[in-house]
């Protein structure tokens, strides 16, 4: 979503996303003239006019489950919004918690009186190197 | 998803939705919508037009329940990162 025309948007798929993208950007592609919605999810940058990078997870129930913004010359790292979402899908099938590093298939934890004070047992912190 | 919008000249807008309760303070809120946004909250729902498959269609966050939503937001079409 941004504050450019529905119709800037379908150009920007045409001549340039479908070229980096097989088909283009698969999902709506939404138009926030003026930043209202922006202003709603305090990204609109008044000074510039324009919505900053913020990105919202939003669960089935329409709870938000995770925001990140960013200035905008950064991009975002799409393989740790994924590792989100999976985190955040895994924690509601099972109601079990991800750790601090947690990758898909890696141990979850199960909180609960027996686990206080023996994290340490079952979970290192990651290494970087 | 997305009522399909007729193309005119006139720029189809969104904005905020707000149950018909809202409706009497709207005036006065209008000067005063802010950032209402809390991890573990409810998303604020909106309706913004959209360029989908092909199409112009009007989008509604809460058309989404039942689904994982990814709402992101970007300076500008054409912008480089």
Same mark, same amino acid.
């Given at each position: 979503?941004?504050?450019?025309?529905?119709?800037?948007?379908?150009? *920007? =798929?045409?001549?340039?996303?479908?070229?980096?993208?097989?088909?283009?950007?698969?999902?709506?592609?939404?138009?926030?003239?003026?930043?209202?919605?922006?202003?709603?999810?305090?990204?609109?940058?008044?000074?510039?006019?324009?919505?900053?990078?913020?990105?919202?997870?939003?669960?089935?129930?329409?709870?938000? /489950?995770?925001?990140?913004?960013?200035?905008?010359?950064?991009? /975002? %790292?799409?393989?740790?919004?994924? /590792? =989100?979402?999976?985190?955040?899908?895994?924690?509601r099938e099972t109601g079990e918690v991800m750790p601090s590093g947690w990758q898909p298939g #890696?141990?979850?934890?199960?909180?609960?009186? %027996?686990?206080?004070? +023996?994290? *340490? #047992?079952?979970? +290192?912190?990651?290494?970087?190197? | 998803?997305?009522?399909?919008?007729?193309?005119?000249?006139?720029?189809?807008?969104?904005?905020?939705? &707000?149950?018909?309760?809202?409706?009497? &303070?709207?005036?006065?809120? &209008?000067?005063?919508? @802010?950032?209402?946004?809390?991890?573990? @909250? @409810?998303?604020?729902? !909106? $309706?913004?037009?959209? !360029?989908?498959?092909?199409?112009?269609? $009007?989008? &509604?966050?809460?058309?989404?329940l039942g689904k994982w939503v990814l709402l992101c937001f970007y300076p500008g079409d054409f912008? !480089?990162?």
């Amino acid at each position: 979503m941004s504050v450019d025309s529905v119709f800037s948007h379908k150009i *920007w =798929q045409e001549e340039e996303l479908s070229r980096m993208i097989e088909g283009g950007v698969p999902y709506p592609m939404l138009s926030d003239a003026g930043g209202k919605v922006g202003k709603l999810y305090g990204v609109y940058d008044e000074d510039a006019g324009v919505n900053i990078r913020g990105r919202f997870i939003i669960d089935p129930d329409g709870i938000i /489950r995770a925001m990140e913004v960013l200035t905008p010359p950064v991009g /975002r %790292n799409v393989a740790e919004l994924i /590792r =989100q979402v999976q985190a955040y899908q895994h924690v509601r099938e099972t109601g079990e918690v991800m750790p601090s590093g947690w990758q898909p298939g #890696k141990p979850t934890l199960k909180p609960g009186p %027996n686990l206080a004070g +023996k994290v *340490w #047992k079952v979970w +290192k912190p990651e290494k970087i190197s | 998803m997305g009522e399909e919008l007729e193309v005119g000249c006139a720029r189809p807008i969104g904005g905020p939705v &707000k149950s018909s309760s809202d409706e009497d &303070k709207q005036t006065k809120e &209008k000067e005063i919508i @802010k950032m209402s946004v809390q991890v573990g @909250k @409810k998303a604020p729902d !909106f $309706q913004a037009p959209a !360029f989908h498959e092909g199409k112009m269609k $009007q989008i &509604k966050l809460s058309d989404y329940l039942g689904k994982w939503v990814l709402l992101c937001f970007y300076p500008g079409d054409f912008t !480089f990162v």
